[in-house]
Nanobody, 124 residues
Framework: QVQLVESGGGLVQAGGSLRLSCLASERTFSNYDMAWFRQAPGKEREFVAV???????YYADSVKGRFTISRDNAKNTGYLQMNSLKPKDTAVYSCAVRYGGFGVAFTADKYDYWGQGTQVTVSS
């Protein structure tokens, strides 16, 4: 069982930045792909970004060029740096992991462990 704890959410003005963190309890965190998803009120959960165990990164078109996903395996922590934030980025952001021995996954049902989520609110 992998436990994930997100932090770093908050209220920011449009154009501002936030960095989310995801701390994993698993010492073999480096073997896992880590992704960020978000869910806005009344909308379905959507993929934001993923970083594979090997370090490859993938982004949703809506955040490409503005968000950067990264990881520090020595700290069992993943990050999502969010720049040039827009009101439409407002959502609960959750991190998730799955074993990295399979192909890359972009849908929530493929991930095994989830954090509790952190609220990001971007004001106009």
């Amino acid at each position: 069982q992998v436990q994930l704890v997100e932090s770093g959410g908050g209220l920011v003005q449009a154009g501002g930045s936030l960095r989310l963190s995801c701390l994993a309890s698993e010492r073999t965190f480096s073997n896992y792909d880590m992704a960020w998803f978000r869910q806005a009120p009344g909308k379905e959960r959507e993929f934001v970004a993923v970083i594979r165990s090997a370090g490859n990164t993938y982004y949703a078109d809506s955040v490409k060029g503005r968000f950067t996903i990264s990881r520090d395996n020595a700290k069992n922590t993943g990050y999502l740096q969010m720049n040039s934030l827009k009101p439409k980025d407002t959502a609960v952001y959750s991190c998730a992991v799955r074993y990295g021995g399979f192909g890359v996954a972009f849908t929530a049902d493929k991930y095994d462990y989830w954090g509790q989520g952190t609220q990001v609110t971007v004001s106009s």
